[in-house]
């Protein structure tokens, strides 16, 4: 059992590295625009919330490359690792398109969120400039899965890693205006994430059709890089309901941050803050449920279903000490992770008490992110979308919205609400993969 917990981790590892990396450009745009004033850091929130939730699904999408990746891989089969990766390119090519088109011109819709209006004024050009870095960032996101899937998981990591210095001096130079260019505060933290995003998609792209490693796929090109609707209608049986499972847990805490808005700037700022901490530890979590979907894909694919139950049972476990880890974390360094993002006395206060709430679901948001990424690796994903839908949106929301206004709880009752939530998820979710493998109910597609 330590040895599959092993190799799960080591393939985790450098996706864990580069989702960390990825969620660190977010961290330090808002550490560096909160450093000029709360509102433009709730402007960033603002976006960030609005954006989360056609953006996660758009991730979702991208997801269906590297399981179907990863089960022809399985197979050994070259050929069909090849045609799925264009197939999925063009698939998450269009989503792309159509998602930052939706962001870029439904931008107006800040207005009609109840939120303070100098805000709403700092969010809307920022807002466009995000909505644009969709398109690369999904781009990048389809090539990782394609190299991630063939359990080739470094590559990404090293682009990821170098593109967070580049963001940093990007923002530097056109958040404060340095090395003789125009002060743009928060748009500049807009542009500099558009030009590092497009930046890591091309030298991934080059990496791919370049390198020796992934030879082999590119060579088939004439064969099987070809559209057929089949293949599309394959990937969409797993990209659509792991979006849905993923756009509901995302658009929980989107939502969440608009209501919390409306209580005021400084709600809105504390809520960012300790969001983006929780964020940021989910990213591991996130990481290794994807290296578990893999190996369970894999396993899919050559039909070895004790392997699976194996892999499951020992990935479980690892996110179940590492949710009791980030908890401990939080826990005690609650004073001190507000202060790297803002200095408001206000912001600093209701953050620290955010961070409490974070502290108790850490657990419960990595075993539901594995329980989910376990059972898509088995193509078990529609009734897995109804249990997120009936844990957050039913159950999750309602709980929190109640809390926060009928009981005056305000950011505190909405941040139990998604406690709640997230705890329901976890239980089910993991259940049900537990009783598919115990029983055998897997079978082939």
Same mark, same amino acid.
């Given at each position: 059992?330590?040895s599959e ?6 393939l ?10 990825q ?34 699904f ?26 799925? #990766?264009f197939?999925?390119?063009? @698939?998450? !090519?269009l989503? /792309?398109? =159509? &998602?930052?088109?939706?962001l870029? +011109? ?37 090539l990782k899965?394609?190299?991630?899937g063939?359990?080739?998981?470094r ?20 958040i404060?205006?340095?090395?003789? #260019?125009?002060?743009?505060?928060? @748009?500049? !933290?807009?542009? /500099?994430? =558009? &030009?590092?995003?497009?930046?890591? +998609? ?7 059709l ?6 082999r ?15 599309l ?8 309901p792991?979006?849905l499972q993923?756009?509901?847990?995302a658009?929980?805490?989107a ?9 005021g ?38 039909m070895?279903?004790k ?53 108790v ?73 537990l ?11």
């Amino acid at each position: 059992m330590r040895s599959e917990a092993t190799k799960t981790i080591r393939l985790a590892l450098p996706i864990i590295i580069g989702e960390l990396a990825q969620m660190s450009l977010h961290l330090i745009d808002a550490a560096m625009v909160g450093a000029i004033s709360y509102k433009q850091l709730a402007a960033a929130a603002l976006v960030l919330n609005t954006l989360n939730i056609p953006f996660v699904f758009g991730i979702g999408i991208t997801i269906s490359v590297s399981q179907m990746v990863s089960m022809a891989h399985g197979r050994r089969d070259g050929q069909l690792v090849s045609h799925y #990766f264009f197939n999925g390119f063009c @698939l998450c !090519a269009l989503s /792309a398109i =159509l &998602i930052s088109l939706l962001l870029v +011109f439904g931008r107006n819709i800040l207005y009609h969120l109840g939120q303070d209006p100098e805000v709403v004024v700092l969010a809307l050009p920022f807002m466009k400039l995000m909505g644009l870095s969709i398109i690369p960032m999904l781009l990048f996101m389809t090539l990782k899965q394609f190299t991630d899937g063939l359990e080739f998981t470094r590559t990404a990591m090293m682009l990821s890693l170098i593109g967070l210095p580049i963001n940093i001096f990007l923002n530097w130079v056109l958040i404060y205006g340095n090395l003789g #260019f125009p002060r743009l505060e928060l @748009l500049g !933290a807009g542009w /500099a994430t =558009l &030009i590092t995003r497009s930046l890591i +998609f091309i030298i991934l792209g080059l990496v791919i059709l370049k390198h020796s490693t992934f030879k082999r796929y590119v060579m088939v090109a004439k064969s099987q890089w070809k559209i057929r609707p089949q293949t599309l209608k394959e990937l969409l049986h797993i990209g659509i309901p792991s979006s849905l499972q993923m756009g509901m847990e995302a658009g929980a805490f989107a939502v969440s941050g608009i209501i919390i808005g409306t209580l005021g700037a400084v709600s809105q700022a504390s809520h960012q803050i300790a969001l983006s901490c929780a964020s940021f530890t989910f990213m591991a979590s996130m990481g290794l449920a994807q290296a578990g979907s893999i190996r369970v894909s894999n396993a899919f694919g050559r039909m070895d279903f004790k392997m699976i139950s194996k892999i499951g049972n020992t990935t479980l476990i690892t996110a179940l000490f590492y949710g009791i880890f980030c908890a401990i974390a939080f826990t005690v360094f609650r004073f001190q992770l507000p202060e790297f993002f803002n200095t408001n006395k206000d912001v600093l206060e209701l953050a620290s008490t955010l961070l409490l709430f974070a502290a108790v679901f850490q657990i419960s948001d990595s075993t539901q992110a594995i329980g989910a990424g376990l059972l898509r690796g088995i193509k078990d994903v529609k009734v897995p979308t109804i249990l997120v839908a009936i844990s957050y949106w039913v159950i999750g929301l309602p709980v929190g919205y109640v809390l926060a206004f009928q009981f005056k709880m305000g950011a505190s009752g909405m941040w139990l609400g998604l406690i709640t939530g997230l705890t329901l998820a976890s239980v089910f979710l993991v259940i049900r993969f537990l009783k598919m493998s115990k029983r055998n109910l897997i079978a082939p597609k």
